[in-house]
């Protein structure tokens, strides 16, 4: 009889834990952050961000050492971590003693908000724990499980290459001579590109270097440097036109700490002896598990963990119904999401039987719960071996190419993706078309079914009850056979399909087909085999031309797709079925010399083959300043990469705290009739359940006060909270949150800003821009054209979701709010009048955010009145952390917006009359719809005299969440309604779209439709569009890309310069001012509040700088601890690129009064330190506390009469970006993107330069992956997280990214602090560069298939949106015609 521990053992960061009572429904994120190691984040809960990355070791007893992965913490079930040991980004090292990984992310800015960089560090760290000498491609493939919002991912890969070179992975030595180099490594030239000494294309700083010069070099010999002419920009290193980023970027590398990978720690050889079965018998020794569970509310009851396959096999047979487990990538989501669950679970992971691999004579047999991280090795493994039998190998090799990330293959099984029978499985049209077959086992034998045989319908399959996978054998492939895999999915990293696919082809020695199969997936309910398709194939002579057109017609016939297909994307999908009948007929025919298939043709048909990215920055020297300016890194950066920066939901639990949840809205508009807290009250733990009438205070807020904390008659979208569950713990809250039940009266409901036009459900107000006679400009135009533009929603993505923790202080209405906001006066008033308290009894906290992007400027404010409510009803603290779905679900995001336009303009292309109506999906309310809008119409100019002018904005109503602030706040869409209406102006005209932006380009002195002139000191589109037409070698890189688009036909390429203005103030004009309180402290160091708070922008690290700079004291001296409005009073939102001007001068101003009142002390004690001045004042009784204040000069505008000053300046830039274009399934490859930024004189230049890749980076998502979109019978939305919602990750960067800093021609004529621009912002809109660039390479497509027509393209520009555009005869094929489109679709854009 077996005999069963109860408890599991397993290490942490080195030291050994044993629980014996397991929490079976806890993951190991969960275990770990509630011992206090919270470096480890909670991002999205379905292993789709990274955030929670950790290393989990393993001792392989078979190769007789431990080995290393990546796992997503927050699905990795607790109790699977018996015999394992995991490290956390704590366990590298400390703020203090960085580990080089640590140190290299933060000294080259590859952190700014901090929350996803505990997660990269992970992944790094464990690839170099693998593999201490990877390439550069194997350091960017090891982060494809990790996604980052903020840095736009190129600091973070630069930082990681480092350890792709072993005299940067040995750091950097200084010698006496004070110089930094590398060990045994010489330096030769001077690091520029163009190098006369090297010639060599320049990527990185040498560490050779300090302060860009070599101690070899001739550079340190001549004053005029060692280039003498060398070509570009970046000149040389001695010359006053050097490109300082690379001097900054060794002073830097000046500080690496050497990598030694024989210094890490070893595996702990108890646990070695633990899993050998060798521990002795006072030790604790390894068993099979049986562990139960003590916890009434627990879900899991218990767990088995056989060790056997004879022991899975009886547990099964006396469970028949226990859900099986290996990654729990799968059941970890159905648990979490679905709320599915599973009492009795079983372990397979550490089962060997179920691993094996062997080789047959005609094939071989894996076991099913092989990784697909070793099943990848193992593949390739076979096709090297096996060159002439790989092809079915080397086709599941390609499935896996794109199969999720690090994290989910190093733990998902070949196992569970065969018994899931998911319809879009990767690997089950590989099994179908190769013929695989699986061994099925249970205790009363086996047997072997054809996976043909497997899959039943929608997620059935042929296991019986008792009955487990085995194994699965794929076959050798045979001489004349052609296996491929394909697939297409929203995102090509980590993401999954849309539509997936495997052919295969044997022909005989005439040529004719004498096998063939198709196998898809996201066709039907099930993987299916396309028989008619593989019935046309059979007989006939495989290159026959005409076979290729029954081929896809077969494809056609057999698949095609109903308008209301679960899923949605009918045509799109049926084209993409279609398509890779194509692709396989090319690749095959090439492959086996039938046909007249030419090599570049086939070789269109092919996944692009990766290439590492890299960038390039470019900024001059600050000369005048000893701070300001400089690149120097996040104040933070150290604590975020080790771990040690907190944020809301790391603080620990004050007193009894208490966890709330929400109870969502099932309806988008409803009347709510009755809650009933009955159930959910009697359940353990629960507290308290509030309703509307639980609010002591106002249930109104909002800026237009048309909006309730808690609804009391009717909720407007889907998720809306109705009430609130306060309970023990989360669990216990989310759990009582699903049994409180609310009775609806459903009403009507409008989703999409279309409908709501047609429908006139519009707020009332107007803004409307009207210059000249536009009737009669239209009239005298020699061209008139109109249309509509659209633009979609954007979620922010920020990686750490909205959440607060209320602490009551317990008397006088006290309330402590900590709070991830970015408007800490908001929360604080608005909690007060939610209370029925005077504001000054509430505190509001914000330490830093993990983003925001203008998210958590208004909406972040709900949650914590939420939270608030809370607390004063319990008198505990509660805490209330939103799941990343419920977080998108309420939230609200990017506004989309809709505009019908005329415009007039002469034949070659230059404005005359503009009529524009805009208008904006705001949601149920208000909130900052209004400013969102008047930003909108207020940039529909972008940078182009527009002629006269009659623009009209409207803010539609919908059952939506209410839209609000997002980076560029309505500037971004405004700007491209104008140059999507200029493109289709471009193609009706025959003029290049370049042309027309640069004729009707403004100049200095030109007046907008908001009536401000551009004035010359603060007008330089113009100057930047020439310097980089010149420097990006426009016209000859247009001829190379002619010349490419001619010679190819299923792949094109496309190029797009786009400019942009964004306007520097808010809208809003008393928020235009700032303030500050700065204290010096007897000892010299320095206690800096401000009104900004920090969420990764960088805002601290200048308001220390300038700081710094005005007192005149090393950086280090300054300590900015939290935004709170008990040190920073009335303060207005961190938001509107304006953060920086206002506050930064606020600090300025406190500085300089404390500056003056020490200067008499500085001037007597000319060598004393600053800790003795300071004293010394003190000791004087002079006054070493001062309150600052600025508030921005001329701004006031009036909508109504279009007078005074909207925007106290422009921040402006110009990007040109090259794209490639894959025409058969509309993936694309950004290959380069240039930037030119005018950020005036940058506070920080290394700063700057990673906001403006971010902001591109977002802009680029918003553009093309990031697709909102809901349910239109249900008002639900759909992409509710990672899985399904694709931001940009770190391989959908451009390949080649080069930006650079404008230094402005008059450095001191803005009248800001110390002349820097605001960049947050600003930015964003140069990823739509990205979108043009696409539409460049589908008009070459439409050109080659012969349409004419001008092109209308929405954005984003989907896979989908640019594969139809294309409009080919497979296109066409598959159109639904408009007659049967009947029946409600599957999903909307709003």
């Given at each position: 009889?077996?005999?069963?521990?109860?408890?599991?053992?397993?290490?942490?960061?080195?030291?050994?834990?044993?629980?014996?009572?397991?929490?079976?429904?806890?993951?190991?994120?969960?275990?770990?952050?509630?011992?206090?190691?919270?470096?480890?984040?909670?991002?999205?809960?379905?292993?789709?961000?990274?955030?929670?990355?950790?290393?989990?070791?393993?001792?392989?007893?078979?190769?007789?050492?431990?080995?290393?992965?990546?796992?997503?913490?927050?699905?990795?079930?607790?109790?699977?971590?018996?015999?394992?040991?995991?490290?956390?980004?704590?366990?590298?090292?400390?703020?203090?003693?960085?580990?080089?990984?640590?140190?290299?992310?933060?000294?080259?800015?590859?952190?700014?908000?901090?929350?996803?960089?505990?997660?990269?560090?992970?992944?790094?760290?464990?690839?170099?724990?693998?593999?201490?000498?990877?390439?550069?491609?194997?350091?960017?493939?090891?982060?494809?499980?990790?996604?980052?919002?903020?840095?736009?991912?190129?600091?973070?890969?630069?930082?990681?290459?480092?350890?792709?070179?072993?005299?940067?992975?040995?750091?950097?030595?200084?010698?006496?001579?004070?110089?930094?180099?590398?060990?045994?490594?010489?330096?030769?030239?001077?690091?520029?590109?163009?190098?006369?000494?090297?010639?060599?294309?320049?990527?990185?700083?040498?560490?050779?270097?300090?302060?860009?010069?070599?101690?070899?070099?001739?550079?340190?010999?001549?004053?005029?440097?060692?280039?003498?002419?060398?070509?570009?920009?970046?000149?040389?290193?001695?010359?006053?036109?050097?490109?300082?980023?690379?001097?900054?970027?060794?002073?830097?590398?000046?500080?690496?700490?050497?990598?030694?990978?024989?210094?890490?720690?070893?595996?702990?050889?108890?646990?070695?002896?633990?899993?050998?079965?060798?521990?002795?018998?006072?030790?604790?020794?390894?068993?099979e598990l049986h562990l139960r569970t003590t916890q009434d509310d627990a879900q899991c009851t218990q767990v088995f963990r056989p060790l056997t396959l004879d022991s899975l096999l009886a547990i099964v047979k006396e469970h028949p119904t226990a859900k099986l487990v290996a990654g729990n990538s799968e059941v970890g989501v159905e648990i979490k999401f679905k709320r599915t669950q599973f009492a009795t679970q079983v372990y397979v992971g550490d089962v060997?039987?179920?691993?094996?691999?062997?080789?047959?004579?005609?094939?071989?047999?894996?076991?099913?719960?092989?990784?697909?991280?070793?099943?990848?090795?193992?593949?390739?493994?076979?096709?090297?071996?096996?060159?002439?039998?790989?092809?079915?190998?080397?086709?599941?090799?390609?499935?896996?190419?794109?199969?999720?990330?690090?994290?989910?293959?190093?733990?998902?099984?070949?196992?569970?993706?065969?018994?899931?029978?998911?319809?879009?499985?990767?690997?089950?049209?590989?099994?179908?078309?190769?013929?695989?077959?699986?061994?099925?086992?249970?205790?009363?034998?086996?047997?072997?079914?054809?996976?043909?045989?497997?899959?039943?319908?929608?997620?059935?399959?042929?296991?019986?009850?008792?009955?487990?996978?085995?194994?699965?054998?794929?076959?050798?492939?045979?001489?004349?056979?052609?296996?491929?895999?394909?697939?297409?999915?929203?995102?090509?990293?980590?993401?999954?399909?849309?539509?997936?696919?495997?052919?295969?082809?044997?022909?005989?020695?005439?040529?004719?087909?004498?096998?063939?199969?198709?196998?898809?997936?996201?066709?039907?309910?099930?993987?299916?085999?396309?028989?008619?398709?593989?019935?046309?194939?059979?007989?006939?002579?495989?290159?026959?031309?005409?076979?290729?057109?029954?081929?896809?017609?077969?494809?056609?016939?057999?698949?095609?797709?109903?308008?209301?297909?679960?899923?949605?994307?009918?045509?799109?999908?049926?084209?993409?079925?279609?398509?890779?009948?194509?692709?396989?007929?090319?690749?095959?025919?090439?492959?086996?010399?039938?046909?007249?298939?030419?090599?570049?043709?086939?070789?269109?048909?092919?996944?692009?083959?990766?290439?590492?990215?890299?960038?390039?920055?470019?900024?001059?020297?600050?000369?005048?300043?000893?701070?300001?300016?400089?690149?120097?890194?996040?104040?933070?950066?150290?604590?975020?990469?080790?771990?040690?920066?907190?944020?809301?939901?790391?603080?620990?639990?004050?007193?009894?705290?208490?966890?709330?949840?929400?109870?969502?809205?099932?309806?988008?508009?409803?009347?709510?009739?009755?809650?009933?807290?009955?159930?959910?009250?009697?359940?353990?733990?629960?507290?308290?359940?509030?309703?509307?009438?639980?609010?002591?205070?106002?249930?109104?807020?909002?800026?237009?006060?048309?909006?309730?904390?808690?609804?009391?008659?009717?909720?407007?979208?889907?998720?809306?909270?109705?009430?609130?569950?306060?309970?023990?713990?989360?669990?216990?809250?989310?759990?009582?949150?699903?049994?409180?039940?609310?009775?609806?009266?459903?009403?009507?409901?409008?989703?999409?800003?279309?409908?709501?036009?047609?429908?006139?459900?519009?707020f009332a107000e107007e803004r409307k821009l009207v210059r000249g006679d536009v009737d009669a400009a239209l009239a005298a135009s020699d061209v008139t054209l109109s249309g509509t533009s659209y633009c979609g929603a954007q979620e922010h993505f920020y990686l750490e979701t909205m959440g607060a923790v209320a602490v009551p202080r317990g008397e006088n209405g006290e309330m402590d709010l900590y709070a991830s906001t970015q408007n800490p006066t908001e929360?604080?008033?608005?909690?007060?009048?939610?209370?029925?308290?005077?504001?000054?009894?509430?505190?509001?906290?914000?330490?830093?955010?993990?983003?925001?992007?203008?998210?958590?400027?208004?909406?972040?404010?709900?949650?914590?009145?939420?939270?608030?409510?809370?607390?004063?009803?319990?008198?505990?603290?509660?805490?209330?952390?939103?799941?990343?779905?419920?977080?998108?679900?309420?939230?609200?995001?990017?506004?989309?917006?809709?505009?019908?336009?005329?415009?007039?303009?002469?034949?070659?292309?230059?404005?005359?009359?503009?009529?524009?109506?805009?208008?904006?999906?705001?949601?149920?309310?208000?909130?900052?719809?209004?400013?969102?809008?008047?930003?909108?119409?207020?940039?529909?100019?972008?940078?182009?005299?527009?002629?006269?002018?009659?623009?009209?904005?409207?803010?539609?109503?919908?059952?939506?969440?209410?839209?609000?602030?997002?980076?560029?706040?309505?500037?971004?869409?405004?700007?491209?309604?104008?140059?999507?209406?200029?493109?289709?102006?471009?193609?009706?005209?025959?003029?290049?779209?370049?042309?027309?932006?640069?004729?009707?380009?403004?100049?200095?002195?030109?007046?907008?439709?908001?009536?401000?002139?551009?004035?010359?000191?603060?007008?330089?589109?113009?100057?930047?569009?020439?310097?980089?037409?010149?420097?990006?070698?426009?016209?000859?890189?247009?001829?190379?890309?002619?010349?490419?688009?001619?010679?190819?036909?299923?792949?094109?390429?496309?190029?797009?310069?786009?400019?942009?203005?964004?306007?520097?103030?808010?809208?809003?004009?008393?928020?235009?001012?700032?303030?500050?309180?700065?204290?010096?402290?007897?000892?010299?160091?320095?206690?800096?509040?401000?009104?900004?708070?920090?969420?990764?922008?960088?805002?601290?690290?200048?308001?220390?700088?300038?700081?710094?700079?005005?007192?005149?004291?090393?950086?280090?001296?300054?300590?900015?601890?939290?935004?709170?409005?008990?040190?920073?009073?009335?303060?207005?939102?961190?938001?509107?690129?304006?953060?920086?001007?206002?506050?930064?001068?606020?600090?300025?101003?406190?500085?300089?009064?404390?500056?003056?009142?020490?200067?008499?002390?500085?001037?007597?004690?000319?060598?004393?330190?600053?800790?003795?001045?300071?004293?010394?004042?003190?000791?004087?009784?002079?006054?070493?506390?001062?309150?600052?204040?600025?508030?921005?000069?001329?701004?006031?505008?009036?909508?109504?009469?279009?007078?005074?000053?909207?925007?106290?300046?422009?921040?402006?830039?110009?990007?040109?970006?090259?794209?490639?274009?894959?025409?058969?399934?509309?993936?694309?490859?950004?290959?380069?993107?240039?930037?030119?930024?005018?950020?005036?004189?940058?506070?920080?230049?290394?700063?700057?330069?990673?906001?403006?890749?971010?902001?591109?980076?977002?802009?680029?998502?918003?553009?093309?992956?990031?697709?909102?979109?809901?349910?239109?019978?249900?008002?639900?939305?759909?992409?509710?997280?990672?899985?399904?919602?694709?931001?940009?990750?770190?391989?959908?960067?451009?390949?080649?990214?080069?930006?650079?800093?404008?230094?402005?021609?008059?450095?001191?004529?803005?009248?800001?602090?110390?002349?820097?621009?605001?960049?947050?912002?600003?930015?964003?809109?140069?990823?739509?560069?990205?979108?043009?660039?696409?539409?460049?390479?589908?008009?070459?497509?439409?050109?080659?298939?012969?349409?004419?027509?001008?092109?209308?393209?929405?954005?984003?520009?989907?896979?989908?949106?640019?594969?139809?555009?294309?409009?080919?005869?497979?296109?066409?094929?598959?159109?639904?015609?408009?007659?049967?489109?009947?029946?409600?679709?599957?999903?909307?854009?709003?």
């Amino acid at each position: 009889m077996t005999v069963f521990g109860t408890g599991i053992l397993f290490y942490v960061n080195g030291t050994q834990v044993t629980i014996d009572d397991v929490d079976l429904d806890m993951t190991l994120l969960q275990y770990l952050r509630s011992t206090g190691l919270t470096g480890t984040k909670l991002g999205c809960g379905e292993g789709g961000c990274g955030a929670c990355t950790v290393m989990v070791s393993t001792y392989n007893v078979d190769l007789g050492r431990p080995t290393h992965a990546t796992a997503n913490a927050c699905l990795y079930p607790l109790y699977a971590m018996d015999g394992k040991h995991v490290v956390t980004v704590e366990g590298l090292g400390s703020a203090k003693h960085p580990h080089p990984v640590q140190q290299r992310i933060a000294l080259l800015h590859g952190s700014q908000c901090g929350f996803c960089t505990p997660g990269f560090v992970m992944s790094l760290y464990t690839l170099l724990r693998n593999n201490p000498n990877p390439s550069e491609l194997d350091i960017e493939e090891c982060f494809d499980g990790n996604l980052c919002r903020c840095t736009g991912y190129r600091p973070i890969l630069d930082a990681a290459k480092t350890f792709a070179n072993d005299a940067w992975k040995a750091g950097a030595n200084v010698g006496k001579d004070g110089i930094a180099r590398a060990p045994e490594t010489e330096s030769k030239g001077c690091g520029i590109e163009g190098c006369c000494q090297t010639k060599k294309a320049f990527s990185l700083p040498d560490p050779a270097r300090v302060n860009g010069v070599s101690e070899a070099s001739d550079c340190a010999k001549t004053s005029e440097g060692c280039c003498k002419g060398a070509k570009g920009s970046e000149g040389c290193c001695k010359t006053k036109d050097a490109n300082w980023a690379l001097v900054e970027k060794s002073e830097a590398v000046a500080k690496f700490r050497a990598y030694d990978a024989t210094q890490e720690p070893i595996f702990p050889p108890f646990l070695a002896r633990y899993v050998r079965g060798e521990t002795e018998p006072t030790e604790a020794q390894r068993r099979e598990l049986h562990l139960r569970t003590t916890q009434d509310d627990a879900q899991c009851t218990q767990v088995f963990r056989p060790l056997t396959l004879d022991s899975l096999l009886a547990i099964v047979k006396e469970h028949p119904t226990a859900k099986l487990v290996a990654g729990n990538s799968e059941v970890g989501v159905e648990i979490k999401f679905k709320r599915t669950q599973f009492a009795t679970q079983v372990y397979v992971g550490d089962v060997p039987e179920l691993r094996t691999v062997e080789r047959c004579a005609d094939g071989v047999e894996f076991g099913v719960n092989i990784t697909l991280a070793r099943f990848g090795h193992e593949l390739q493994t076979l096709s090297r071996e096996l060159p002439e039998q790989s092809q079915c190998y080397a086709a599941l090799l390609e499935a896996l190419r794109f199969f999720a990330g690090n994290q989910i293959r190093n733990v998902a099984t070949v196992a569970g993706n065969i018994a899931t029978a998911s319809p879009i499985s990767d690997l089950n049209p590989v099994f179908l078309a190769t013929g695989s077959v699986l061994t099925l086992v249970s205790a009363s034998g086996s047997r072997r079914v054809p996976i043909s045989e497997f899959f039943l319908g929608y997620r059935r399959t042929a296991l019986a009850q008792g009955e487990i996978l085995h194994k699965v054998f794929v076959p050798h492939s045979r001489p004349r056979e052609i296996v491929r895999a394909f697939k297409q999915a929203k995102r090509k990293d980590d993401d999954i399909a849309i539509v997936t696919c495997a052919m295969r082809v044997r022909v005989d020695d005439a040529g004719r087909v004498e096998e063939a199969a198709y196998a898809f997936g996201g066709m039907a309910p099930t993987t299916v085999l396309a028989k008619s398709v593989g019935a046309a194939s059979v007989g006939t002579a495989w290159g026959d031309a005409a076979l290729l057109g029954q081929l896809v017609a077969a494809c056609h016939a057999e698949l095609q797709l109903a308008y209301t297909v679960p899923g949605g994307m009918a045509e799109y999908r049926t084209a993409l079925a279609c398509s890779f009948v194509r692709k396989f007929w090319t690749l095959s025919c090439a492959a086996l010399g039938s046909g007249d298939i030419e090599p570049h043709v086939a070789s269109e048909m092919e996944e692009d083959a990766r290439t590492v990215s890299h960038g390039q920055q470019a900024y001059e020297r600050v000369s005048d300043r000893a701070i300001v300016g400089h690149g120097v890194a996040h104040v933070s950066a150290l604590q975020q990469t080790t771990g040690e920066a907190r944020y809301i939901d790391d603080m620990p639990a004050v007193g009894a705290e208490l966890h709330m949840a929400l109870v969502p809205s099932a309806h988008p508009h409803a009347h709510v009739l009755k809650v009933d807290s009955t159930e959910a009250l009697g359940m353990a733990g629960v507290k308290c359940v509030l309703t509307h009438e639980d609010v002591p205070g106002s249930n109104i807020w909002n800026i237009f006060r048309d909006e309730e904390l808690l609804p009391s008659r009717t909720v407007h979208h889907v998720g809306q909270p109705v009430a609130l569950v306060v309970a023990a713990t989360q669990r216990q809250a989310q759990a009582a949150a699903q049994r409180v039940h609310v009775t609806y009266e459903v009403l009507p409901a409008v989703l999409t800003v279309r409908d709501a036009v047609a429908q006139g459900a519009l707020f009332a107000e107007e803004r409307k821009l009207v210059r000249g006679d536009v009737d009669a400009a239209l009239a005298a135009s020699d061209v008139t054209l109109s249309g509509t533009s659209y633009c979609g929603a954007q979620e922010h993505f920020y990686l750490e979701t909205m959440g607060a923790v209320a602490v009551p202080r317990g008397e006088n209405g006290e309330m402590d709010l900590y709070a991830s906001t970015q408007n800490p006066t908001e929360v604080q008033m608005v909690c007060a009048e939610a209370l029925g308290v005077p504001a000054a009894r509430i505190v509001c906290h914000v330490k830093r955010m993990g983003g925001g992007f203008g998210g958590k400027e208004s909406r972040s404010v709900l949650v914590s009145t939420l939270a608030a409510l809370g607390a004063q009803h319990t008198g505990r603290s509660v805490r209330l952390v939103l799941d990343r779905d419920v977080d998108m679900q309420i939230s609200g995001q990017r506004h989309p917006f809709y505009a019908t336009w005329t415009v007039g303009a002469t034949r070659t292309g230059e404005l005359r009359a503009l009529r524009m109506r805009l208008y904006s999906n705001g949601g149920f309310s208000h909130d900052l719809s209004l400013g969102v809008l008047e930003r909108a119409v207020s940039h529909v100019d972008n940078c182009y005299r527009l002629g006269a002018t009659d623009i009209v904005g409207r803010v539609c109503r919908t059952n939506t969440q209410s839209n609000t602030a997002f980076r560029s706040f309505g500037g971004c869409q405004g700007m491209l309604m104008t140059e999507s209406m200029l493109c289709e102006l471009a193609d009706h005209i025959n003029v290049p779209i370049e042309h027309i932006r640069r004729i009707n380009m403004y100049n200095a002195g030109d007046v907008t439709p908001f009536s401000q002139p551009l004035v010359a000191a603060d007008w330089n589109v113009p100057r930047m569009w020439d310097q980089l037409e010149r420097e990006a070698s426009v016209v000859a890189r247009r001829a190379e890309i002619e010349e490419f688009n001619r010679t190819t036909q299923f792949r094109k390429r496309g190029l797009a310069m786009v400019p942009t203005k964004f306007g520097i103030s808010f809208g809003v004009k008393h928020l235009n001012q700032g303030m500050s309180l700065v204290h010096v402290y007897m000892d010299g160091s320095v206690l800096v509040a401000h009104g900004g708070t920090e969420m990764g922008q960088g805002l601290h690290t200048k308001m220390a700088q300038i700081a710094a700079e005005t007192l005149e004291v090393p950086l280090s001296t300054i300590f900015i601890s939290e935004t709170a409005t008990n040190t920073a009073a009335n303060t207005s939102p961190t938001a509107a690129s304006a953060s920086s001007d206002l506050n930064g001068y606020a600090v300025y101003n406190a500085c300089k009064v404390l500056a003056d009142r020490l200067r008499p002390y500085r001037e007597r004690m000319h060598d004393a330190s600053f800790a003795a001045i300071a004293k010394a004042a003190y000791l004087d009784r002079v006054q070493l506390s001062e309150a600052g204040h600025y508030a921005t000069p001329d701004i006031g505008f009036s909508w109504a009469e279009n007078s005074g000053l909207l925007y106290f300046y422009f921040t402006q830039g110009v990007a040109l970006a090259e794209v490639e274009l894959d025409v058969l399934t509309g993936s694309h490859t950004t290959r380069r993107v240039d930037i030119i930024m005018d950020v005036g004189r940058s506070l920080n230049k290394a700063i700057d330069i990673g906001q403006i890749e971010g902001a591109f980076a977002q802009g680029q998502g918003w553009c093309t992956t990031e697709e909102f979109l809901y349910s239109p019978a249900t008002g639900r939305l759909l992409t509710q997280g990672p899985g399904n919602y694709k931001i940009p990750s770190a391989l959908d960067i451009p390949r080649d990214l080069r930006v650079s800093l404008m230094e402005p021609e008059q450095p001191n004529a803005l009248k800001t602090i110390f002349s820097s621009k605001g960049i947050g912002e600003p930015p964003l809109f140069l990823g739509a560069s990205v979108f043009f660039a696409l539409r460049d390479a589908v008009m070459a497509a439409r050109k080659d298939n012969g349409v004419e027509r001008p092109l209308h393209m929405e954005c984003p520009a989907t896979a989908e949106v640019l594969r139809m555009a294309c409009e080919d005869d497979i296109v066409e094929l598959t159109r639904i015609p408009h007659g049967q489109r009947q029946g409600v679709p599957f999903a909307v854009r709003i």
